[in-house]
């Protein structure tokens, strides 16, 4: 059950699966297995991959966990985030089912809850928790915000594209949570960009 998949800077193929006997799995440019890994991803749902400097990270979002793990390319694990409890938002743990994360040129990036409360997390750089916005009071349906990216083209400020895969459209927001526009795809059921 893959869920997610990336390529690395050497062109590997990187597999996300929900199998606790090989959470990740790494394919070379020709297809032949380089090396696979990871025994406690149940709910591996969300693989986004990062560099930072010259290292590159996994960001995982695991459903029954709930949590977001990253990772190096090997394992190895750097930083983990569970629920925000101290947000007020959630009454308990198993609310929060982190769907995906979207990552900004600076190294902030954003906490999808796309199978919980329908909320966004926003981090700084550092990791620590900055705000919360979205859910039902801000105007985010529940089975809503699944997937994404951040659009940071030159000559914009960056925003957020937003899969909405159960209402069928496409939200753009600011860094803020504001809507500034909504694309309708009916019949579609957008789960990633």
């Given at each position: 059950?893959?869920h ?11 597999l ?11 394919y070379?440019?020709?297809?032949a ?5 990871g ?11 990062v560099?930072e400097?010259t ?6 979002t ?10 190096t ?12 409890k ?6 308990k743990?198993d ?9 900004l040129?600076?190294?902030g990036?954003?906490i999808l ?9 926003r ?24 997937g ?11 925003t957020?594209?937003?899969a909405?895969s159960?209402?069928q459209?496409l939200?753009r ?5 504001k809507?500034?526009?909504q694309?309708a795809?009916?019949?579609g059921n957008?789960?990633?960009?």
């Open positions: 059950n893959c997610g998949l990336a390529r690395d800077r050497e062109g590997h193929i990187i996300l699966t929900d199998d606790l006997r090989n959470n990740v799995i790494v070379d440019r020709k297809g297995l380089v090396h696979k890994w025994t406690s991803f149940p709910g591996a749902h969300g693989l986004s991959l560099t400097g290292r590159e990270a996994l960001f995982i695991d459903l029954n966990t709930h949590k977001v793990t990253k990772t390319l090997d394992g190895t694990v750097l930083q983990e985030w569970g629920w925000p101290d947000s007020g938002k959630y009454q743990e609310q929060y089912k982190p769907s995906w994360t979207l990552h040129p600076d190294g990036f954003f809850d796309g199978y919980g409360r329908d909320y966004i997390a981090h700084g750089a550092d990791g620590k928790f900055q705000k919360l916005f979205g859910g039902a009071e801000g105007g985010i349906v529940h089975w809503g915000p699944h994404g990216m951040v659009d940071a083209r030159a000559g914009t400020d960056p957020l594209l937003i909405m159960d209402q459209y939200l927001l600011d860094l803020d949570g809507k500034l526009a694309t795809l009916p019949g957008p789960r990633q960009i």
